[in-house]
């Protein structure tokens, strides 16, 4: 791993490193790799000032996961939802996806690692993940509301406004922050371990495994 700046290791004083990790969360957007490289820095109150701008993005990343679901798009054809009830649907659902993709995604991103020789810790692995989800999250605040403003709650029944092609480019909308997502894992990856696109290729392949594996016993 490459050698750490000491400016990542030690806050000049005055600087609030509450405020530097949340100045991240959109930084992760533009620029992943100075987001991804500070996460090396392993002391006690950098790994504690992320910690909030982490749950915040996995929270809404977990949001736009579960309304992406089938089960989401059908919760309309029962009549006892309304738009209360999809509200606690959505915060429940949403807030069940961020645990488990937070400790399962994460922990598969973990060993994944581990098997092409890194020495990183869980913890980094999760919070690899948690700066990776930020496009999510941000569909969560952008193309989610206006796909509920475009379509209502047609979105979540079948045979509704969002059956034609402006839903069809909602949906591949939805799917591109999906990916964007994805490729930050890489970099991410990539980053923090110092390895080669492919290596960090292989460790993915590798995550993708574990998951296929974990999916089929439970």
Partial sequence: MPPLHRSLLHYPRGVDPDREWWLRVPAVLLSPRSVFAALRNNSREDVEARAEPILALTLLAGIAVALGTTTARTLYDDPLYDVLTLAVWIVI????????GYYIVGGALYLGARGLGSLGTFRRARQVLGF???????????LW???????????????GSDD?????LFYALALAFS???????????RTVHGWTWW???AALGLVALFL???????
Avoid at 164 to 168: I, K, L, Q
């Fill in 93 to 100: 659902a949403g807030g069940f996806v961020a645990f488990a």
């Fill in 132 to 142: 990776a989800v930020a496009p999510l999250a941000l569909s969560a605040l952008v």
């Fill in 145 to 159: 509301p206006l796909g509920i403003l475009l379509f209502g709650t047609d979105l979540f029944k079948r045979g």
């Fill in 164 to 168: 034609g092609v402006a839903g069809d």
């Fill in 179 to 189: 990916l964007w997502s994805a490729v930050l894992v890489l970099v991410g990856v």
């Fill in 199 to 201: 290596r960090s290729l």
């Fill in 212 to 218: 296929a594996a974990f999916s089929y016993l439970f």
